[in-house]
C-alpha cells in the first residue's frame, strides 16, 4: 500500500510538473505572438520608409510604372501561392466590388501615384506626405463610416494642413508640382481604401489573400499602363545584374512582406495603435535619403515636417498604441 501510494504520489508530481510547464511554455508562446504583432505596424513603417529610398535608386534604371507592374505580378503571385498551399478561403464572388475598390483605386493608383510622386519629388517628400494618411482617414471615417470627429482630431487636421502648405509653398530641391500632385492623389486613394474595403475584406478573409488577390488583380492594368507610359514619356529601361537584389527587396519585402504585415495589424488590432506608428515613416525615409541619395532638407521642409509629425502625435495622443490580440478564425496560432 505504500508502494502504491508513493507511485500514485510521484505519478500525480510529474503530471502535475507537466501541466505546469506546458501552462508556462503556453503563455510565453502567447506573449510572444503578442509582442510579434504588437510591432507590425512599426516593423511596416520602417520597411515603408526604406522603400521610398529604394525605388529613387531603381527609378534611374526602370521607370516606375514598369517597377510597379514587377512588384505587384511578384507579390500577388507569391502571397496567393502561399494561401494556396495553406488552403486558404479565397474571396468569394459577393465580395469582389471590395476587392475591385482595393485592388484598383487602392493599390494601382495609389501606389502607382505614389512612385510617381517619388520620381518626381524627393523620397522624403513623399513620404512625408504619404504620413498624414491617419489624419486624411479620420476625415473618410466621419464621411463613410459615420465616426464622429473630436476637436483634438480637427486641431490636428488643421496643423497637418498648415504644414503640408509650408512644404509645397517651399519644397526643395527636386520636388516639382507633379510630384506634389501624385503625393496628394497617392495620400487621398490611401486613406480610402484603409478605411472602407480594406476593413471589411480583412473582417472576412486571411489578409494574406486580401493583400495576394488586390495586388494580383493591380497587377492586370500595370502592364499595359506601363506600356503607355513608356510611350507617351519616352522612357527606357537600362537593366543589370545590380538590380536584382534592390527589385527583389521592394518586391518581397516592402511590397507583399510590408502590406501583409499591415493588414494583419489592421485586422487583429486597434486601427488606431497602428495609425500611432506613420512617424516612423517619413523619419526613416528622410535620413536614409539623406543619407543614400544625397538629399537635402531646406528649412521650410524640416519646419513642415515638425509640423506634420506633430499633428500626428496630437491624432494619436490619449490612445493606446499598444495592439491586442482577439481571437480569430482564421489560422493563424496565438
Same mark, same amino acid.
Given at each position: 500500500?505504500?508502494?502504491? &501510494?508513493?507511485?500514485?504520489?510521484?505519478?500525480?508530481?510529474?503530471?502535475?510538473?507537466?501541466?505546469?510547464?506546458? =501552462?508556462?511554455?503556453?503563455?510565453?508562446?502567447?506573449?510572444?505572438?503578442?509582442?510579434?504583432?504588437? *510591432?507590425?505596424?512599426?516593423?511596416?513603417?520602417?520597411?515603408?520608409?526604406?522603400?521610398?529610398v529604394a525605388n529613387r535608386m531603381i527609378m534611374e534604371s526602370i521607370p516606375a510604372m514598369v517597377?510597379?507592374?514587377?512588384?505587384? *505580378?511578384?507579390?500577388?503571385?507569391?502571397?496567393?501561392?502561399?494561401?494556396?498551399?495553406?488552403?486558404?478561403?479565397?474571396?468569394?464572388?459577393?465580395?469582389?466590388?471590395?476587392?475591385?475598390?482595393?485592388?484598383?483605386?487602392?493599390?494601382?493608383?495609389?501606389?502607382?501615384?505614389?512612385?510617381?510622386?517619388?520620381?518626381?519629388?524627393?523620397?522624403?517628400?513623399?513620404?512625408?506626405?504619404?504620413?498624414?494618411?491617419?489624419?486624411?482617414?479620420?476625415?473618410?471615417? %466621419?464621411?463613410?463610416?459615420?465616426?464622429?470627429?473630436?476637436?483634438?482630431?480637427?486641431?490636428?487636421?488643421?496643423?497637418?494642413?498648415?504644414?503640408? %502648405?509650408?512644404?509645397?509653398?517651399?519644397?526643395?530641391?527636386?520636388? +516639382?508640382?507633379?510630384?506634389?500632385?501624385?503625393?496628394?492623389?497617392?495620400?487621398?486613394?490611401?486613406?480610402?481604401? +484603409? +478605411?472602407?474595403?480594406?476593413?471589411?475584406?480583412?473582417?472576412?478573409?486571411?489578409?494574406?489573400?486580401?493583400?495576394?488577390?488586390?495586388?494580383? %488583380? *493591380?497587377?492586370?492594368?500595370?502592364?499595359?499602363?506601363?506600356?503607355?507610359?513608356?510611350?507617351?514619356?519616352?522612357? +527606357?529601361?537600362?537593366?543589370?545584374?545590380?538590380?536584382?537584389?534592390? %527589385?527583389?527587396?521592394?518586391?518581397?519585402?516592402?511590397?507583399?512582406?510590408?502590406?501583409?504585415?499591415? =493588414?494583419?495589424?489592421?485586422?487583429?488590432?486597434?486601427?488606431?495603435?497602428?495609425?500611432?506608428?506613420?512617424?516612423?515613416?517619413?523619419?526613416?525615409?528622410?535620413?536614409?535619403?539623406?543619407?543614400?541619395?544625397?538629399?537635402?532638407?531646406?528649412?521650410? &521642409?524640416?519646419?513642415?515636417?515638425?509640423?506634420?509629425?506633430?499633428?500626428?502625435?496630437m491624432r494619436q495622443a490619449g490612445a493606446v498604441p499598444a495592439l491586442h490580440l482577439k481571437r480569430?478564425?482564421?489560422?493563424?496560432?496565438?
Amino acid at each position: 500500500m505504500k508502494n502504491l &501510494f508513493h507511485t500514485a504520489t510521484t505519478a500525480t508530481g510529474v503530471n502535475t510538473n507537466t501541466n505546469i510547464g506546458t =501552462n508556462i511554455n503556453t503563455n510565453t508562446s502567447a506573449g510572444m505572438a503578442s509582442a510579434l504583432l504588437g *510591432a507590425c505596424p512599426l516593423f511596416t513603417m520602417i520597411l515603408w520608409g526604406s522603400m521610398y529610398v529604394a525605388n529613387r535608386m531603381i527609378m534611374e534604371s526602370i521607370p516606375a510604372m514598369v517597377l510597379l507592374f514587377v512588384r505587384f *505580378a511578384v507579390s500577388g503571385g507569391l502571397l496567393l501561392g502561399v494561401a494556396k498551399l495553406r488552403g486558404l478561403a479565397m474571396i468569394r464572388r459577393e465580395d469582389l466590388g471590395d476587392l475591385l475598390q482595393a485592388a484598383i483605386p487602392g493599390y494601382f493608383i495609389c501606389e502607382g501615384a505614389l512612385l510617381l510622386s517619388t520620381q518626381y519629388s524627393s523620397a522624403g517628400f513623399a513620404s512625408l506626405l504619404n504620413a498624414m494618411s491617419p489624419v486624411t482617414i479620420s476625415v473618410f471615417a %466621419v464621411f463613410f463610416l459615420g465616426e464622429r470627429i473630436s476637436h483634438r482630431e480637427i486641431a490636428s487636421l488643421l496643423v497637418a494642413v498648415l504644414g503640408a %502648405v509650408v512644404i509645397i509653398g517651399n519644397p526643395g530641391d527636386g520636388v +516639382t508640382a507633379v510630384g506634389i500632385f501624385f503625393a496628394l492623389l497617392s495620400l487621398v486613394t490611401w486613406s480610402y481604401i +484603409t +478605411t472602407v474595403p480594406m476593413r471589411r475584406l480583412t473582417a472576412k478573409y486571411d489578409p494574406i489573400v486580401v493583400t495576394g488577390a488586390a495586388m494580383a %488583380v *493591380a497587377a492586370l492594368p500595370a502592364l499595359p499602363a506601363s506600356a503607355i507610359w513608356m510611350r507617351a514619356t519616352g522612357e +527606357t529601361m537600362h537593366l543589370s545584374a545590380g538590380l536584382i537584389l534592390p %527589385v527583389l527587396y521592394v518586391s518581397l519585402v516592402c511590397t507583399a512582406g510590408a502590406h501583409f504585415l499591415w =493588414n494583419m495589424a489592421m485586422a487583429r488590432g486597434a486601427a488606431t495603435g497602428c495609425a500611432a506608428f506613420y512617424p516612423f515613416q517619413p523619419l526613416t525615409s528622410m535620413v536614409l535619403g539623406v543619407l543614400l541619395l544625397g538629399e537635402s532638407c531646406s528649412a521650410s &521642409f524640416l519646419t513642415g515636417a515638425a509640423m506634420i509629425l506633430f499633428s500626428i502625435l496630437m491624432r494619436q495622443a490619449g490612445a493606446v498604441p499598444a495592439l491586442h490580440l482577439k481571437r480569430h478564425r482564421h489560422a493563424w496560432t496565438t
